[in-house]
Each structure stands twice: as structure tokens, then as C-alpha cells.
């Protein structure tokens, strides 16, 4: 158990619908990391945040926003979904946003299909 | 630009060495990492290494890195059923920058 939980685990969801995906960081983690896994592109970073600030970009499309809250844990609303949208989505988070060997911690991923 | 391209499957016997390549285009990575997933579980950090050092070991697990060629292997000896899962090869310019992995390589062990 990574101390990384992520609700919900599976979601089935309809084209042009929206979905919010939950991460709770392990206990004093205080940088939240999303990426998309899916069988094609492989593991790509969406986007970072440090202490409730946005850290890092990386290929996040407009139709995805992210957030981290004050109790840091952390949404990634995705809306207007499109087929291409259907993968797994991780939430990873590490102490002080990977300064030192940059170990993250992963959730179990949320596995999203758009139908 | 950073770009991480690895194998995307190896098949070894149960007792045999694995051996798990990784190439980057980055020269200025810093940090280079292995992580593995098994199934239906997220990534664990397996090993790293920083960009002066050559190899690292640590018990069943080899890691050699050539900076020039810019290629990172992973070497897993006596390689067991339970080592079955996918491997990452990741970069890290400082450390402070989101790690970018690469595909990853489905290693499946047979009995």
C-alpha cells in the first residue's frame, strides 16, 4: 500500500459527459502529480502541484483542469469527454515535489472508459 | 527534448537474468529511475541512479548506465515468477521536474 488513495477505481462514463477523479496524497506529501496511462502513448504527465499552488504542465488538454485543496489532497475534472479519453489516470505524489530522488508514491489509478 | 523509448516485451525462463534496456534523449537527466507496476497496482520506485555514476547494484538488481550512448539497462538476476510485471525506465533533469517514463517493458517470466 503506497499511502496514495484514488476514488473511484473504475468509472464508465458517456462522450461529452464530465467526471471528477479524487486524490488523497500520502500523509505529509505535499506535491500531487497526475498522469495518463494508456496502451498507446504509454505513462504521460498531466500536471503538478506543490502545497496548492500548480507546479508543472505538462500535455494536459483544455478540456482537463486540476486542482489541489488546502487539506492537499487533489481533483482532475476532465469534461467534454471524448473516446480517446478512455485510459487510466494516476495520481502519484511525493515530500517536497521530487527535490531529492524523485520517488513517487502511486495510487492504484482510476480507470476510466468513454463509450 | 526528452524522449524515453524502451522495448515493449521480454519473455526470459524462470533462473535466467533479465536484462531490461532504455534509451533517453536528454543529456541533461540528472536522475534516471526504474520503476515497476504489477498488475492491476501503480508504480513503485525499484532503483535509481544519478548521472555520474556508471552502475549501481542492489541485491538481485544491476543498473548500468552509459551517459555517452545515453542507455540505461536493468539487469534482474535469478529472475523469479513474481518479477512478471511491467518496468519503467524514467528521467529527471533535477530531480525537480515531473519524471518523464518511457512505455514500458512487459516482462513475463515463465515457469
Known amino acids: 500500500d503506497s499511502g496514495v488513495t484514488q476514488t473511484p477505481k473504475h468509472l464508465i462514463t458517456a462522450t461529452g459527459q464530465r467526471v471528477t477523479l479524487r486524490c488523497s496524497p500520502r500523509s505529509g506529501d505535499l506535491s500531487v502529480y497526475w498522469y495518463q496511462q494508456s496502451l498507446d502513448q504509454g505513462l504521460q504527465f498531466l500536471i503538478q502541484?506543490?502545497?496548492?499552488?500548480?507546479?508543472a504542465k505538462g500535455n494536459i488538454l483544455e478540456r482537463f483542469s486540476a486542482q489541489q485543496f488546502p487539506d492537499l489532497h487533489s481533483e482532475l475534472n476532465l469534461s467534454s469527454l471524448e473516446l480517446g479519453d478512455s485510459a487510466l489516470y494516476f495520481c502519484?505524489?511525493?515530500?517536497?515535489?521530487?527535490?531529492?530522488?524523485?520517488?513517487?508514491?502511486f495510487g492504484e489509478g482510476s480507470r476510466l472508459t468513454v463509450l | 527534448g526528452e524522449d524515453v523509448e524502451q522495448s515493449l516485451f521480454l519473455s526470459v525462463r524462470e533462473g535466467d537474468s533479465s536484462v531490461i534496456n532504455c534509451t533517453y534523449t536528454d543529456s541533461s537527466s540528472t536522475y534516471l529511475y526504474w520503476y515497476k507496476q504489477e498488475p492491476g497496482a501503480g508504480l513503485q520506485l525499484l532503483t535509481y541512479i544519478f548521472s555520474n555514476m556508471d552502475m549501481k547494484q542492489d541485491q538481485r538488481l544491476t543498473v548500468l548506465l552509459n551517459k555517452k550512448d545515453k542507455h540505461l539497462s536493468l539487469r534482474i538476476a535469478d529472475t523469479q515468477t513474481g518479477d512478471s510485471a511491467i518496468y519503467f525506465c524514467a528521467e529527471s533533469k533535477s530531480g525537480n521536474t515531473p519524471l518523464v517514463f518511457g512505455k514500458g517493458t512487459r516482462l513475463s517470466v515463465i515457469a
Open positions: 502519484a505524489s511525493s515530500v517536497d515535489g521530487g527535490r531529492m530522488i524523485g520517488e513517487l508514491f
Open positions: 502541484y506543490y502545497n496548492g499552488e500548480e507546479r
